[in-house]
Every structure is written in C-alpha cells, then in structure tokens.
C-alpha cells in the first residue's frame, strides 16, 4: 500500500479514478505471451483490493488436501492396520534390543517375525514406506553371504 503518485489512475474494481496522495494498493500482474512476460500494474482503493480478494475467495472455495493422502480402509481394516504397526514397532525395538546386547539369534527371531508382518499388511493398504528399509537391509545381507 502506497500513495498514488499520479492522479488520473482507476481502480480495477470500482473503476472509479484514485486521486493524488489517495491510499493506493498496487499490485502486479505477470503475463506471459509467446515467452515474454508482460507486468501489469493493477490499481485499487483498499477497500476495493480487500473487496476483490473476498469476491475472488468466493469464487474459488477452499480445497480441502492437506497432508499425505488417506488410505480408503475400512474402519476394521484401519484397526487392523494400526495393530500390525505397532506390533512391528514392538518387535523391531525388541530386535535392536537383543541385537545391541550382542544376543544375535534371538534379535534375528525378531527381526523374521517382524518381516513376516509384511505379507499380513500387503492387502491392508500395502507395506509402509519405513518398513521397506527392513527390506533393503535383508536383500543386502543375503547378497553378501550369497555371493
Ligand atoms: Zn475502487
């Protein structure tokens, strides 16, 4: 907002003229024809710019995406899903628990039974992103000792 420098500009809403030293809001308007950009100055009274920004929200009512997309389960297939998780959680904490006190074939029991989780998860909503990591992990271990 500024102080129109010029008398003889019209406001884009109202069209009505804006005097000298008027309370202006000023805004620019890029255009792109055949690669080059043209700037527009658009001029209005501020209560006509906040006029036009409520006539222009009208028009475009809000979208409503935020955040990552939902998964479309039912509302037994989402309990079920959410118990897989955490049942996942529990066994890989339990599998870096014993892996880290050096107790390799108990932490690998664990680690299998976690894996296995994938296949019961695949139909509900498929194997989640964090879990592939697991995957990774055995696929670089059996190639070293297949190798
Ligand atoms: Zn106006």
């Not at 509302?75 to 959680?89: C, I, N």
């Amino acid at each position: 907002m500024t102080h129109a420098k010029t008398k003889g500009t019209h406001c884009k809403f109202c069209t009505k003229s804006i005097e000298r030293f008027e309370p202006v809001v000023v805004c620019k308007d890029h255009k792109k024809v055949q690669g080059r950009t043209f700037t527009r100055f658009m001029r209005f009274h501020p209560a006509c710019w906040l006029e036009q920004g409520m006539v222009y929200l009208s028009k475009h009512p809000p979208v409503v995406k935020s955040g990552r997309p939902r998964l479309q389960l039912s509302s037994v297939d989402k309990v079920e899903r959410t118990r897989l998780l955490r049942r996942h959680a529990v066994l890989m904490s339990l599998y870096r628990a014993h892996s880290e006190a050096g107790r390799l074939v108990i932490a690998v029991e664990y680690y299998l039974k976690a894996f296995a989780l994938c296949e019961k998860i695949e139909p509900l909503g498929g194997v989640p992103k964090a879990w592939r990591v697991v995957e990774i992990v055995k696929e670089e271990s059996s190639a070293g000792t297949g190798d």
